[in-house]
C-alpha cells in the first residue's frame, strides 16, 4: 500500500498541476509521484496510459523552467501505472513558467504537500546555484524593458540590442535568463538615489529632498543635474575683477556619484544617500570595502570593484577613465583647499564627504587677471558651432526649453540632452526647473556673502 509522505505524492489522474509538484520535489530533496492511485492508497490505474505518458512529457518539457528533464525518470507500471522520479535539480530555484520566479511559480515540498516557496528561499536558491555575485545572479524579475539603456549606449555610438546581453552579463549564457546585473541597468531598476538638502550643518532641518528610480542611468543623470543646481557659484570682487567660484568642483560631484553608483552592493535593498548643506555635501553607500582593502589602499588607487561587469560598462560608456583614479582625482581637486575630501567606512556603508570651498577656504579661486583670461581662453576653445547656436538663441530669447533646442539643433533629443549638460558643466548655462517645465537659461553668478 503507497502512502503520501515528504517523499511520495499520489494522483488518481493527470491534470495539468503536475507540472507544480514536480518543480517542488525538485527545489528540494527528490521524491516519486504515482498516477493512478488515489490519495487513501487505491490503485485505480489509468485507462489511456499512452495517452497520459505523452501529455505527462510535453507538460514537463514546457511548463517548468529551467529544464527539469534530466532529473526526471518515468516508468510505466505492469497495473496502468505510471511512477515519475524527480531528483533535486541543480540550477534550483525551478518555476512555472507561466508564472515566473516568485511564490506563485517557486514550489517546496512540505511534509505531504507542496508549498509556494517565500522570497527568502527563492534568493537562498538563486545565491547556491549561481554563486555570491549579485550581479551574475539571476533576476527575480524577467520582463525588463531597456529603453534608457538604449539612448545612453547610442549616445555613446555602441552597439546595444539582444545579441548583446550575454557578453554583457545581462544573460545567463545556458539558461537565457535575466541578470541583476540588466536589472540595474533596466527601466525597472528597483534602487533609488535619495538625495536630501538641509538648512543646519546637524542635518536636521529639510530644505528639499528628491529621490530618483529607473534606470541607474537615468539616475546618473537626474541626480546629477539636481546636485548640480545646488552647487552654488559665488564671486569675489578684486578692484575692477569678478572671480566666481563654485562650492564644489563640478568633476568631484561626478566622480563622488559615479562611487557611489558602481561600487555600492545592490544585495542591499537601501538606496544610495547624499546630503548637502552649507559646509558640505556628502555621499552613503551601501557596503563597506571588500575583504583585504583598506582605506590607505584606496587612497593609493587600488582599486577591486564590487560590480566588476557594471563597472566595465560604465568605462566602457566613458563615464570613468580609469579603475581607482576617481578617488585620487577628487583629492586633486582639493590640493589647494582645506578641508580635504573625507572618507569613512564601516561594514556596510562606505561615505566620502567633499567640503564646501566657498564656506571654508577661498584659496582655490582664480584671483589673478592672467588665470582668469586663461579659463576663459580654454572654456571658449571647447564651445561648439551647436553651443554657439543656443547661445545666441539664449541672449535674444533668455531662456530655451527641451523641445525648443530639439528644434533650434534639428537633433535628437539625447543629443540635445547632451548638449544642453555639457554647456552646464562649462559654467555657460543654468539648468533651471524639472521634466516638462526644465529650461536651459545664460549662466548667471550669484552675489559674494
Known sequence: MLYESETV???QSLTDDISKEIVAFANTDGGTIYIGVTNDGTEVGLSDVDSCYTRLTNIVR??????????????LMDNKLIKISISGGSAKPYYLKKNGIKPSGVYVRQGTSSAPATWDQIRNFIKLSDG???????????ELTFHQA????????????????????????EKGLYTNLALLLSDQCMHTIKIAVFDDAANTVFLDRKEFSGSIFKQLHEAYDYLALNNRTRSIINGLYRTDSMDYPKEAIREALLNAIIHRDYSFSGSIIININEKHMEFISLGGLLPGLSTEDIMSGISQPRNPKLAQIFFRLKHVEAYGTGIRRIFSLYSVASPKPEIAVSNNTFRITLSNRNATDRSATISTVEEKMSVMNTVAKKITPQMREVL??????????????????????????????????????????????????LHKVADAK
Not at 523552467?65 to 516508468?75: G, L, N, S
Not at 527641451?402 to 554647456?423: D, F, H, I, S
Request: net charge negative; charged share 30%; proline share 3%.
Open 9 to 11: 505524492e499520489l494522483k
Open 150 to 173: 538604449s539612448e545612453e549606449f547610442a549616445a555613446c555610438g555602441i552597439p546595444f540590442s539582444a545579441e548583446k546581453y550575454t557578453a554583457l552579463g545581462l544573460q545567463d549564457p
Open 392 to 441: 545666441n538663441f539664449l541672449s535674444e530669447r533668455g531662456s530655451i526649453s527641451e523641445e525648443e533646442l530639439l528644434v533650434l539643433l534639428k537633433v535628437r533629443r539625447t543629443r540635445a540632452y547632451l548638449v544642453g549638460r555639457q554647456m552646464s558643466e562649462m559654467g555657460l548655462v543654468d539648468i533651471v526647473g524639472r521634466g516638462k517645465d526644465k529650461k536651459y537659461v
Open 62 to 75: 514546457d511548463a517548468i523552467v529551467p529544464d527539469v528533464t534530466m532529473f526526471v525518470r518515468y516508468e
Open 132 to 142: 555570491d555575485s549579485f550581479e551574475n545572479m539571476r533576476c527575480l524579475l524577467q
